[in-house]
């Protein structure tokens, strides 16, 4: 799909009102990091498949290595505070025509897969002791 009609899918989406909470950026950095997601383990297998639990944990980590500390702050600007936002990003995205899925794929996969906040702070402050 060409850029162009990736934005137009976005902009029907956004008119469309069943996720005014999110961004159209959130959509934009969902398909960027299924992009990242897909070249790191394309050398594993040719067509790669990606269940709702671990592309959750992709974009978890792409967002880290995009934003590091800000991470979680700047996803939730977009309107993503917990793993299901992706489900509705990739299932508006299904529905548009924009990413496929399986027989076996449905949109409760991304239901509580983790604590994004949680997920998003943890790493930087596993080690943080602000009394040393």
Same mark, same amino acid.
Request: hydrophobic letters at 40%; aromatic letters at 14%.
């Given at each position: 799909?060409?850029?162009?009609?990736?934005?137009?899918?976005?902009?029907? =989406?956004?008119?469309?009102?069943?996720?005014?909470?999110?961004?159209? /950026?959130?959509?934009?950095? /969902?398909?960027?990091?299924?992009?990242? $997601?897909?070249? %790191?383990?394309?050398?594993?297998? !040719?067509?790669?498949?990606?269940?709702? %639990?671990?592309? #959750? !944990? $992709?974009?978890?980590?792409? $967002?880290?290595?995009? *934003?590091?500390? /800000?991470?979680?702050?700047?996803?939730?600007?977009?309107? =993503?505070?917990?793993?299901?936002?992706?489900?509705?990003?990739?299932? $508006?995205?299904?529905?548009?025509?924009?990413?496929? %899925?399986?027989?076996?794929? +449905?949109? #409760? &996969? *991304? &239901?509580?897969? *983790?604590?994004? +906040?949680?997920?998003?702070? #943890?790493?930087?402050? +596993?080690?943080?002791?602000?009394?040393?």
């Amino acid at each position: 799909m060409n850029e162009q009609s990736f934005d137009e899918a976005i902009y029907r =989406i956004v008119r469309n009102g069943n996720n005014k909470h999110l961004n159209p /950026l959130a959509f934009y950095f /969902l398909r960027d990091a299924l992009d990242a $997601a897909t070249l %790191k383990y394309k050398k594993d297998c !040719e067509n790669r498949h990606f269940t709702g %639990k671990e592309l #959750s !944990e $992709a974009i978890a980590e792409y $967002a880290l290595e995009s *934003f590091g500390h /800000l991470a979680y702050h700047t996803l939730s600007r977009w309107g =993503i505070t917990k793993t299901e936002d992706f489900g509705l990003i990739v299932y $508006a995205l299904i529905n548009e025509g924009v990413f496929g %899925k399986s027989a076996e794929d +449905k949109q #409760s &996969d *991304f &239901d509580n897969v *983790f604590d994004l +906040k949680e997920k998003l702070f #943890s790493p930087m402050f +596993k080690n943080f002791n602000p009394l040393t």
